[in-house]
T-cell receptor, first 119, second 116 residues
Framework: GAVVSQHPSWVICKSGTSVKIECRSL??????MFWYRQFPKQSLMLMAT?????????EQGVEKDKFLINHASLTLSTLTVTSAHPEDSSFYIC???????????????FGPGTRLTVL | AQTVTQSQPEMSVQEAETVTLSCTYD???????LFWYKQPPSRQMILVIR??????QNATENRFSVNFQKAAKSFSLKISDSQLGDTAMYFC?????????????FGKGTTLSVSS
């Protein structure tokens, strides 16, 4: 149990286009999902916290108009990189936290990540 | 604000040996959780071990154990009988207790290489 998927796993796009990344909790309901960005050999940097049915909370320095986050259901959150540029190229990881139930509510479960390359 | 510090950017060990990764943190919270995550070359984040701050007993998971020193705000990870599959980047992480929307705060990571 506690599986989180991300789609796509790898995407290449042209500069100026938008890219949508999906994060799904497959076997549990995630009241909260988190989006991270990771550069090679560096740590995970929290971009935003997403709660189902409400607006995402963005970390300082993250452009909310550029990185649109939607958490429309308890099993799906999406990150849309709008008007992508080469500097947006990175590895994006989502995680989901269980609200309640048999799984430990204080754990986060991570997706496998999405590698974005903007040409 | 909470901070997590991993002072060893890289470490190496031979198979079957024991290695200890260091982590210190700073917080004014009294109740919180600490984690060690492993990120192998596949880049999938894998939970290695977790510790609740209110528990005095150090957590263990098979070959992995922690030395949790709450007063010193130290949380080191010991890997016994190291295996080639342990090669990965290891992150120490902190999370406040209670709030559902509380995110993990990660250290910068330690790259561990296990050689034969």
């Amino acid at each position: 149990g506690a599986v989180v998927s991300q789609h796509p796993s790898w995407v290449i796009c042209k500069s100026g286009t938008s890219v949508k990344i999906e994060c799904r909790s497959l076997d549990f309901q995630a009241t909260t999902m988190f989006w991270y960005r990771q550069f090679p050999k560096q740590s995970l940097m929290l971009m935003a916290t997403s709660n189902e049915g409400s607006k995402a909370t963005y970390e300082q320095g993250v452009e909310k108009d550029k990185f649109l986050i939607n958490h429309a259901s308890l099993t799906l959150s999406t990150l849309t990189v709008t008007s992508a540029h080469p500097e947006d190229s990175s590895f994006y990881i989502c995680s989901a936290r269980v609200g309640s139930g048999v799984l430990r509510y204080n754990e986060q479960f991570f997706g496998p990540g999405t590698r974005l390359t903007v040409l | 604000a909470q901070t997590v510090t991993q002072s060893q950017p890289e470490m190496s060990v031979q198979e079957a040996e024991t290695v200890t990764l260091s982590c210190t943190y700073d917080t004014s919270e009294s109740n919180y959780y600490l984690f060690w995550y492993k990120q192998p070359p596949s880049r999938q984040m894998i939970l290695v071990i977790r510790q609740e701050a209110y528990k005095q007993q150090n957590a263990t998971e098979n070959r992995f154990s922690v030395n949790f020193q709450k007063a010193a705000k130290s949380f080191s990870l010991k890997i016994s009988d190291s295996q080639l599959g342990d090669t990965a980047m290891y992150f120490c992480a902190f999370m406040k207790h209670g709030k559902a929307g509380t995110a993990l705060i990660f250290g910068k990571g330690t790259t561990l290489s296990v050689s034969s």
